[in-house]
């Protein structure tokens, strides 16, 4: 009975290793750095993506020569040879029809990406041009004037301004817009002398891109060095604003034009891009040379994209995930992958199975060698008391030592368990136990079940195991049956243990 007791003690250890939780391994990256775009001649200043063509605009100077040169987002090569730029294109927008605005110094030009046909002075700023944002939607362009410290939107079809400047403090240091709602934002930084102590502001600025009007500000804290870039998630109507010196990002609702929380993204964070399809924010850490790719939901860094050194600006495809940072005079492009499928948790194969087969009942199942206890029914009737005389000399079986011999004929269970639980002694010497059925001599069989009584005025059935004769019922289970089906012996066994010993009858 050895076996069984180990079966159990395996299905007890394995049960426990599946209930006990598994030390998880970290999540595999989601992007990857696919190619890095060097300019053909000069160092990147800037670039910008168009999804629906695949290309990607990069600017470019070595000082005295400027570039722009357009590549491929799928394969990363080259399209047609650069055009040479009148200025450095220190910033750049895509706007309406494919059409490509370069911020050059004291003017804005145009670019037509569909016949290569650059237009210079398209738009003439009275300062220098420090910021662009494009809303091609409503064909809106919103000016970052850093010498004359303001914002203007201009009509993109006419080249002429909408409304008046927006005039701030100090100059725009980061410019987004909400291109759903049509709304431009601006942040500025500045210090001012009050009480004989210099205080720093750092506040957003929303600006109207119908009237060009300045329609509402929001305080961001007190910090130098503060609030830099500017993102929007158009649908959730969320602005994100890195604060650089603090290494935070705040967390902005535009509908009622307060903060609602911070994340924490060290490495001063300056220039920022929101996918919206993925909802993740990315921020370009310029103390750590890396971008930073953060949950807000979460509100936590998921992951850190290498740049190699410190990035200067970001572009992003929103339609096929794809990042393009400006890093050390050239254009990092990185992917982000799709994530892996999740996996189902295992499943445990064997406890069910394997834990019930100790407690099987005899009846289970008609392979369940325990089955044999049934056709053990109580002995038909004998016929007459002269059919099955009683030899003097036919030897008597001798019942085991642990139970009686059963022929008690009230006794409504058959007690072959008792026989057969004994550790299979009895039946080892039987030598009439090839007849096959119960039930004496003449063949015959009982229809009656072991809980119907007996009938009266007949003789009383004898017991699975009794004596008729010199005659003994054939033992189903043998010691070899006994050591192969140890999970029945078992069960059969804490069974005779459980049940009270039974006198036999005189």
């Known amino acids: 009975m050895g076996t069984p007791l180990l079966t159990a003690a395996a299905v007890l250890a394995l049960t426990s290793t599946a209930a006990t939780p598994q030390p998880t391994s970290p999540p595999p990256p989601l992007h990857e750095n696919l190619r890095t775009l060097t300019p053909p001649s000069g160092s990147a200043l800037d670039a910008e993506v168009d999804p629906a063509a695949d290309r990607l605009y990069v600017s470019s100077s070595d000082g005295t020569a400027h570039r722009l040169t357009t590549y491929s987002t799928t394969t990363g090569d080259p399209v047609g040879e650069p055009v040479a730029l009148p200025a450095p294109a220190t910033v750049m927008a895509l706007g309406a029809s494919g059409t490509l605005h370069l911020g050059l110094s004291t003017r804005i030009a145009a670019y037509d990406t569909a016949s290569g046909i650059l237009t210079d002075h398209r738009i003439t700023i009275d300062g220098s041009v420090s910021l662009l944002a494009a809303d091609p939607g409503q064909g809106r362009l919103y000016v970052g004037n850093q010498a004359a410290k303001s914002v203007t939107v201009y009509d993109t079809a006419t080249g002429a301004p909408v409304g008046e400047p927006t ?33 720093y502001r750092n506040v957003l600025n929303a600006v109207d891109g119908t009237t060009g009007r300045l329609t509402g500000t929001v305080s961001l804290g007190s910090t130098a060095l503060g609030s830099m870039g500017v993102a929007v998630d158009p649908v959730g109507r969320t602005g994100y604003v890195a604060n650089l010196a ?32 993925t909802s993740t924010l990315y921020a370009a850490r310029t103390g750590a040379s890396s971008v930073a790719a953060v949950d807000p939901a979460k509100g936590e860094v998921t992951e850190t994209i290498a740049t190699g050194e410190r990035p200067a600006a970001l572009a992003l495809d929103p339609q096929r995930h794809a990042l393009y940072t400006v890093a050390g005079g050239a254009v990092t492009q990185t992917v982000r992958k799709a994530p892996p499928e999740p996996t189902p948790p295992p499943t445990d194969p064997t ?34 008391p002269t059919s099955t005389p009683t030899s003097p000399t036919s030897p008597t079986p001798t019942a085991p030592p642990t139970g009686p011999t059963p022929t008690d004929s009230t006794s409504p269970e058959p007690v072959t368990e008792e026989t057969t639980g004994s550790e299979g002694t009895t039946g080892t010497t039987d030598t009439t136990t090839a007849g096959g059925t119960a039930g004496g001599s003449d063949g015959g069989t009982d229809p009656r079940t072991p809980d119907q009584p007996a009938p009266t005025g007949g003789p009383a059935p004898t017991g699975g195991l009794a004596a008729t004769g010199s005659r003994t019922l054939p033992v189903a289970l043998t010691a070899a049956g006994l050591t192969a089906l140890g999970g029945a012996a078992l069960v059969l066994n804490r069974r005779r243990a459980a049940r009270p010993t039974r006198q036999a009858t005189p």
């Open 167 to 199: 005039v701030l403090p100090f100059h725009p240091a980061g410019l987004a817009v909400d291109t759903a709602h049509h709304t431009g934002y601006a942040t500025y930084v500045g210090g001012a002398v009050e009480n004989g102590s210099v205080v």
């Open 246 to 277: 603090a290494g935070t990002v705040s967390v902005v609702d535009l509908r009622e034009q307060k903060v609602t929380g911070t994340l924490a993204v060290d490495g001063n964070p300056k220039a920022l891009a929101y996918d919206p399809g």
């Open 351 to 384: 406890p069910t199975a394997t834990a019930t087969e100790p407690t099987t009942e005899p009846t289970t199942g008609p392979t369940d060698p325990p089955t044999q206890e049934p056709t053990d029914t109580p002995e038909p009737p004998t016929p007459s």
